[in-house]
Structure formats: structure tokens, C-alpha cells
């Protein structure tokens, strides 16, 4: 049942607002000393069992974590917020860019297939994101919902992964800025406003002050108030919607229905290859689901803002792709500036200036949204002490994690200083679609299993179909990307994932949502896994790399830190529920 909270006055004292002690930073009994942290060390295997497969609870993330906070994030956001937040943050430079590069390499006139299909696949994500920000209405996100069902260690490793990706990507973002700032100055040198130093090593002596100004500025906004932000991100995606819907028109007014033959230049292969792509222009709505805690009616807000948005982005993407393929042959198209190229070639050579300006503008309302929603990350994360909990502090005069978003600043603008985007672009989105792929999980583990209530012989074929189902997935990815195109390999693959899936659906439901839930449970989130799980199989290896290397430097800290300081807190507030029951 969705428990939603009105912190009215502050939840603590504000006299630790100003503390910069160990006991801010580590309070935590494992850490009061040297002896005692040795002894906590000592503990480690058992430590780790206990934490391994703790689950939290919707009452804990909801009441006890958001103490930690001191003062309440201030609750002031709508449906209509949250859309435009949405759409301001997913809707970026991207569809500029990307578009015209896949539908001349990959798709041709059927791009606008390759964004339905990854429209599909990111609205089933948002479908089980919004069950759990309208249960759980928390700043966490993923996080959050990962901690309840899936287990501490898990979200940990989610959460950490997606939060660096979420820094060196705003770092890669201001980057892209300073960068088209100064291409559409010079056009010949997109590092106009950038500083050599010989001294450095290559890829990271390029120094851009424009990207670190940027993010200065729009993590700034972020941290002055949430409705201010809402407010700015709403006029600015106005005017960037105002620049869509003119590219719309022109785009049929002047296009040519024989510019769409062949329509599958390159087969179905093409369109799903063009889809792995272009799927990362749907990213970033993950963030505005953070913003559920400052949401006025989440079962209402959550619902309307982040589904309504989704459907309405994938159909602006679709007519955005089909205007460009009529405008333009898509043998012509030019992969670098697409859109303008475009206008020139219709006699319409001032438009472009729009285009730039809309490009611009998406980049800076993602790096907006993404400051709100990277704070709100780390804002849960340290009320759990997994990092220090000076981190969860809400400031009392503007009421947002000012400490949260300054680290992420402090990080984000270090990176954009130094690293080039060659270096960036190598730290990419394998996360993304894990913790996507994680979200379905866990929504089908709320669904098909509550704890001392689900009968052990229903957990196990549940946990059976669950591991068929998942299993099935790497299947059709595994042959659809050894190049098999036997109908026989996929019904040897797909036929599995059909009957777990169907195993699911024959097994009795533990929770039922009360007030809005993802339709087609369990079909709809096996989907979900198959799909993300599709398209994790398209990335390189550097990014299967990359996320074990992560991942191990974070365990390394969670073994060391985490682990000892989300143990102690556990157990005192096991202790503190102990002694207000009684004897």
C-alpha cells in the first residue's frame, strides 16, 4: 500500500547544517575509532551475509530514511511539472544528430520504425518506474526501489554504477555544449573555446571552462529550489516544442512521399540495429522519477507526468524522423547536421539557426533535470548510509540536498574540464539498461513475492520462471547477434521465455497495487527484461568492461565503508523498533 508523507516542520535540529566533524560524516559506532573499525573489519563475512539479501521497507524508505535529511524536500510539484521535466530532460540534442546518422546508415525511411520500437521498450521501463514512485514516493529512484526488493548489495551496485554514468555523462553533455557553441561561431573548429596544455597527456589537455560554466550554472539553478528550476525547464521546452512542431510541418509540407522508397533499405536488421542507437535519445527520464518526493499527489502527478511524457515524446520522435526521410532522400542526408542540411536543400537556409538554438537548449534542460535527479540519487544514498549522511542534508532556507548536488557538481565539472569526448564516449550506457532490466525484476518480485506470507513451494517456481525467463532473454540476444536467422533458433529461444512468462501468470499474486499499477503483469516487465536485455547484447565490450571495472572499485568501498555503516544503522533501528514495542 503507497504511503505518502507530509514532513510539515523539520525533522531534527539544523545546528548539524554547519558541522564538518567525523560524527558528520561517520556517526556510525564501526567508525568511532581505530579499534573499533578493526573490529568491524573483522566482521566482514558475516557483516556481508547479514546485508546481502536485506530488503528494506516502504515504511523505512518513506519515514526513517527521509529523517536523515533534517529538514523535508519541499513538495511542490504537478503532473504538469513533471512532464515538462520529462521532456526536458530526455529531449536533447539527440534526435538532431542521431537521426540523420542511423537513417543513412542503418534504416533508411524506417528509422521512425527503429524510434517506435525503442519508444516501446523505454515506456515499458517507465511503466514500472511509475508503479514504484506512486508506492514508493522517495527521492531514490532505482535506488530506492532496487533497496526494498531486491536487496541492499544489489541497489548499491545499480544505483553507484548509474550515478557515475549520470556525472561523466552531464561532464560529456557540457562538453557537446561548448562544442556546438563554438561550432556554430566556426564551424571548422569545434574546440574554439577550449585551452591546450602541452603538459598533458592526450585526451585530457583540452581544457573547457565553457562546460564547467555551464554545469556551474545549471546545477546553481538546481540548488536555488526545485520549483524554479520546474519553472525555467517549462519555459524552455515551450519554446523548444514551438522549434519541433515547425520542423513537423515543414518537414510534410515540403516532403515527397517518394522519398520514402525503399522503406527497409537495409531488411529488419537494419531497423533494430538503428534502434539500439537511437534508444539512448529515450535516457533520462529515470532522473524525473527521483522527483517523486516533491511531488504533490504521486499516485495522481506520477502516473499523468511520466507515462503521458513518454508517449508523447516517442510520437514527437516518430514525426520528427518521417519529416526528415520526406525532406531528404535518405542516401543524401548529411549524418552531421541532418536537420539544417535539410533546410538549405529546401531553400530555407535560416532555419538552421532555429535547429542550433533547439539543440542547445535540450542540452541545457537535460543538464538541468539531470542535476535535480543525480542529487536526488545521491541524497537517498547517503540516508542510507552508504555514503556519509552529511550528504542527505536538506538546506532549510531552499529546501533542496544542496551537499548532494555540490558533490555531484564538484565531480561532473572536474570531468568536463580535463576529459575530451572521445575518452567520455567510451564510459557509456551499459547501466542504463541493466538497472532498467533490474526495475523489472523487481516489480514482478513485489508482485509474485512478500516475505513470510509467499508459501516456499510458490517462491520456488516463481524464482524457476523468473531464471527461464531471464535466461531466454540472453538467448534470442545471444543468436540474434551470432547473425542466426533460422525461424528455428528463435522458437527454441523464445519459446521458453513464452512458457515462463505464462508460469508466472498462472502463479497467485502476493500485492496488488492499490492506487495505479503496470497493466499485463507479468507479460508486460518479461518484455521489459527481453527487450533490455536485446539491447545490452548491441554495446561493445568496452562497456561490459567498463561496468565490471566499476563495479569492483565500488565493492572494494563497500566492503570498507558501506557495508559496515549500513549494518550498524540496520541494527539500531532494529534496537530503537525493539524498545518502542516492549517487553
Known amino acids: 500500500m503507497a504511503v505518502e508523507t507530509e ?15 567525523k560524527q558528520a560524516f561517520f556517526p556510525e559506532p564501526s567508525f568511532e575509532s581505530t579499534t573499533s573499525y578493526k573490529s568491524a573489519l573483522k566482521q566482514t563475512y558475516p557483516r556481508l551475509k547479514n546485508r546481502l539479501f536485506s530488503r528494506s521497507t516502504d515504511a523505512t524508505e518513506l519515514i526513517t530514511l527521509q529523517q536523515e535529511s533534517k529538514q523535508p524536500l519541499q513538495k511542490c510539484l504537478t503532473w504538469w511539472d513533471l512532464t515538462w521535466l520529462c521532456f526536458g530532460s530526455v529531449v536533447g540534442s539527440g534526435i538532431f544528430v542521431i537521426t540523420g ?32 514512485a506512486v508506492e514508493i514516493p522517495v527521492a531514490g529512484g532505482s535506488f530506492s526501489f532496487l533497496r526494498v526488493e531486491l536487496g541492499d548489495f544489489v541497489a548499491y551496485i545499480a544505483a553507484g554504477n548509474i550515478l557515475l554514468e549520470a556525472v561523466v555523462g552531464a561532464a560529456g553533455l557540457a562538453r557537446s555544449w561548448s562544442s556546438y557553441l563554438a561550432s556554430m561561431i566556426d564551424s571548422n573548429n569545434s574546440d574554439l573555446l577550449r585551452f591546450k596544455v602541452d603538459c598533458f597527456a ?15 550554472v545549471c546545477n546553481g539553478i538546481a540548488m536555488s529550489g526545485t520549483r524554479r528550476s520546474s519553472w525555467l525547464n517549462w519555459i524552455s521546452s515551450i519554446v523548444s516544442s514551438c522549434v519541433i512542431v ?39 527520464f529515470d532522473m524525473v522519477a527521483t522527483m517523486a518526493e516533491e511531488t504533490k499527489k504521486p499516485s495522481r502527478d506520477i502516473p499523468i507526468g511520466l507515462v503521458g511524457s513518454m508517449c508523447m515524446i516517442t510520437a514527437v520522435y516518430c514525426l520528427m524522423a518521417l519529416a526528415l526521410t520526406m525532406m ?54 547517503a540516508r542510507a548510509h552508504m ?22 557538481t564538484t565531480l561532473s565539472t572536474i570531468i568536463a574540464l580535463f576529459s575530451s569526448l572521445n575518452i567520455l564516449s567510451s564510459v557509456f550506457s551499459f547501466s542504463t539498461l541493466s538497472i532498467f532490466m533490474l526495475m523489472a525484476v523487481a516489480l514482478l518480485v513485489r508482485r509474485y513475492y512478500e516475505k513470510d506470507v509467499t508459501p516456499k513451494n510458490n517462491l520456488v517456481k516463481f524464482l524457476v520462471c523468473l531464471t527461464v525467463v531471464v535466461a531466454s532473454s540472453i538467448g534470442i540476444t545471444a543468436f540474434w547477434n551470432s547473425n542466426g536467422r533460422g525461424w528455428i533458433g528463435y522458437v527454441v529461444t523464445i519459446a521458453p521465455w513464452f512458457l ?24 508486460l516487465p518479461s518484455l521489459s527484461i527481453a527487450m533490455n536485455l536485446f539491447l545490452i547484447g548491441s554495446l561493445g565490450y568496452l562497456a561490459f568492461l567498463r561496468f565490471i571495472i566499476c563495479s569492483a572499485v565500488m565493492l572494494v568501498y563497500y566492503l570498507l565503508v558501506g557495508l559496515h555503516a549500513t549494518y550498524d544503522v540496520a541494527h539500531q533501528n532494529q534496537e530503537k523498533s525493539n524498545n518502542e514495542e516492549g517487553p
Open 246 to 284: 515547425f520542423v513537423i510541418i515543414v518537414g510534410f509540407v515540403h516532403g515527397k512521399t517518394t522519398n520514402l522508397d525503399p522503406f527497409l533499405p537495409y531488411g529488419t536488421e537494419g531497423v533494430f540495429e538503428a534502434a539500439a542507437v537511437v534508444y539512448w535519445s529515450y535516457t533520462g
Open 387 to 408: 555514503i556519509p549522511p552529511w550528504f542527505a542534508l536538506v538546506h532549510p532556507k531552499t529546501q533542496t540536498p544542496i551537499n548532494a548536488t555540490l558533490l555531484v
Open 7 to 21: 514532513l510539515e516542520t523539520p525533522l531534527r535540529g539544523t545546528s548539524c547544517w554547519h558541522q564538518w566533524n
Open 101 to 132: 546518422q542511423e537513417a543513412k546508415k542503418h534504416a533508411g525511411p524506417a528509422i521512425v520504425l527503429s524510434y517506435l520500437a525503442s519508444g516501446l521498450s523505454a515506456l515499458l521501463s517507465a511503466f514500472c518506474y511509475t508503479e514504484f
Open 500 to 523: 515462463g512468462t505464462l508460469g508466472m501468470a498462472l502463479l497467485p499474486k502476493q500485492r496488488v497495487p492499490k492506487l495505479w499499477g503496470v497493466p499485463l503483469v507479468p507479460w
Open 328 to 381: 531528404v532522400k535518405y542516401t543524401e542526408i548529411d549524418m552531421n547536421a541532418a536537420y539544417s542540411i535539410a533546410f538549405r536543400q529546401i531553400g530555407m537556409n535560416w532555419a538552421k539557426y532555429l535547429v542550433s538554438v533547439c539543440a542547445l537548449k535540450g542540452m541545457t534542460t537535460s543538464l538541468l533535470v539531470g542535476s535535480l535527479g543525480q542529487a536526488r540519487y545521491t541524497t537517498q544514498i
Open 202 to 216: 592526450d585526451g585530457f589537455n583540452l581544457l573547457d571552462p565553457v562546460a564547467v560554466l555551464i554545469l556551474l
